[in-house]
Structure formats: structure tokens, C-alpha cells
């Protein structure tokens, strides 16, 4: 949303310069304010945990993208057993993303026929990327008879 109130008042500004209109040049100020304000905005909430004390205190809270986040370090760092304890919890909480990781997780270890459950439940339950392994054609589906 910010990138594009940033365009137009790169737009409004050109055109009211151009036209030497006033209320144009004037609007293209609120516009690039309201730019700034949203992308601060998003840029806070893109840091939003700050520690690993206060990942660690939001995933314990309960909030999903903390754990799932918690999970991402441990497969990074090689730990899969304490990886798949924790996407198994965002799993029980319904949350797609977990169910995707939980697939990409499986399919590293055991291949892709083993992780198809994960990523099922992921398509069901709107992940995107998941859906469309179960297209006519793509991986989980290469014949059209198995669809989501």
C-alpha cells in the first residue's frame, strides 16, 4: 500500500508541477505523508520481535508467525526433530503455513509421495503454493486423478 500511495504522488506531483496546479502539488504532499506513515508502519511490524527473548514470548503467547518463525531457525540450524514439534503445533492450531513447512520438511526427508498429507491439508485449507501442486499436471497430480 505504501509503494503504491508513493506512486501516486510522484504522479500528482509531475502533474500538478506541470500544470502549475496548486491543489495537485498540495495532494501529492498528503500522499507521499501517508506513503512514509505506512511504510514506517510496515517496517516496525517487519520487526516487530526485535530479540529472540521476544520470539521466543510471542510463540509462547501463542502467536503463529513466532513459531513458525522458531521452527524456520531450527530446520535452518539442522535441529528437524524440534523443527517438526513445533510446525506439528502451528499444524494443531490450523495454520497453512505450518502445514506447508510440515510438507517441506517431509518431502526433504522421506519424498514428495510421503509429504502429499501436508500438503493436501495446506491446499485445503488455502495455501496458495500447496494448491497448485494438485493441478492437472503439476507434481501431486501429474495424471488429473488426484485433485484437491
Do not use: C
Amino acid at each position: 500500500m505504501a509503494f503504491l500511495l508513493f506512486v501516486v504522488a510522484a504522479i500528482l506531483s509531475v502533474i500538478g508541477m506541470a500544470t502549475d496546479n496548486d491543489t495537485l502539488f498540495d495532494i501529492s504532499w498528503v500522499a507521499w505523508l501517508l506513503g512514509l506513515l505506512l511504510a514506517i508502519r510496515a517496517w516496525r511490524q517487519h520487526r516487530k520481535y526485535g530479540t529472540p527473548e521476544r520470539l521466543m514470548a510471542a510463540a509462547q503467547g501463542g502467536d503463529l508467525k513466532a513459531l513458525r518463525s522458531i521452527a524456520l531457525i531450527a530446520k535452518i540450524q539442522g535441529n528437524l526433530d524440534e523443527a517438526e514439534r513445533l510446525f506439528r503445533l502451528g499444524v494443531e492450531r490450523k495454520d497453512p503455513e505450518s502445514m506447508w513447512e510440515m510438507g517441506r520438511l517431509v518431502e526433504a526427508r522421506d519424498g514428495l509421495a510421503a509429504s502429499e498429507p501436508w500438503f493436501r491439508m495446506a491446499g485445503e485449507h488455502g495455501h496458495f503454493a500447496a494448491k497448485l501442486f494438485f493441478r492437472r499436471g503439476h507434481a501431486l497430480n501429474r495424471d488429473g486423478d488426484n485433485p484437491l
